[in-house]
T-cell receptor, first 115, second 114 residues
Framework: NAGVTQTPKFQVLKTGQSMTLQCAQD?????MYWYRQDPGMGLRLIYY???????DKGEVPNGYNVSRLNKREFSLRLESAAPSQTSVYFC??????????????FGPGTRLTVL | DAKTTQPNSMESNEEEPVHLPCNHS???????IHWYRQLPSQGPEYVIH???SNVNNRMASLAIAEDRKSSTLILHRATLRDAAVYYC???????????????FGQGTILTVHP
């Protein structure tokens, strides 16, 4: 049981380049989330998917798009990377739809630098 | 969203109990109290959650004040592996735009001395 996996672990981009961060979970969870964490700060929610086929904006969605490919996978796309998107990105999943109190399980993170 | 207030940092010695406080004076009746921790260079990890009653699990205990305006996470015997940032989070029961999301604050940095 791998839990929540994220690829890549590290990435360096130039301003204006695009990339997709991949996330997969093997716990048969319904809900998935993308957060970003900037140095010395707590996590901020970018997008979430309460169930397969649905996605919704979180606190800081500008500059990002997401795809819930199937129940297991939830990807985050940066269409035109900017230095302000330099951050550590965490994917998470939880068993029940987001309105429940189910714990969220987090992946190891992707460290992204935009030059 | 109701806010939480935690000390910026705390220190403990190994094998001693640790009490991590959290104030949430504007908590609503439908807010659950969740605790997560984040070890260095890792993603956050769920610790425990509760609504009104004290809760215990294999990792920790959660003591909730009778008026629910504060809570304390208790690590019964701190180990070096418990050194982490601990986040106290109020999580709405759900519905509408809040939809049970987690809102992370600054947390408490716990240092454990050998």
């Amino acid at each position: 049981n791998a839990g929540v996996t994220q690829t890549p672990k590290f990435q360096v981009l130039k301003t204006g380049q695009s990339m997709t961060l991949q996330c997969a979970q093997d716990m048969n969870h319904n809900s998935m989330y993308w957060y970003r964490q900037d140095p010395g700060m707590g996590l901020r929610l970018i997008y979430y998917s309460a169930s397969e086929g649905t996605t919704d904006k979180g606190e800081v969605p500008n500059g990002y798009n997401v795809s819930r490919l199937n129940k297991r996978e939830f990807s985050l796309r940066l269409e035109s990377a900017a230095p302000s998107q330099t951050s550590v990105y965490f994917c998470a999943s939880s068993e029940a739809p987001a309105a429940n109190q189910s714990p969220q399980y987090f992946g190891p993170g992707t460290r992204l630098t935009v030059l | 969203d109701a806010k939480t207030t935690q000390p910026n940092s705390m220190e403990s010695n190994e094998e001693e109990p640790v009490h991590l406080p959290c104030n949430h004076s504007t908590i609503s009746g439908t807010d659950y109290i969740h605790w997560y921790r984040q070890l260095p260079s890792q993603g956050p990890e769920y610790v425990i959650h509760g609504l009104t009653s004290n809760v215990n699990n294999r990792m920790a205990s959660l003591a909730i004040a009778e008026d629910r305006k504060s809570s304390t996470l208790i690590l019964h015997r701190a180990t070096l592996r418990d050194a982490a940032v601990y986040y106290c989070i109020l999580r709405d029961v759900g519905g509408g735009t809040s939809y049970g999301k987690l809102t992370f604050g600054q947390g408490t940095i716990l240092t454990v001395h050998p």
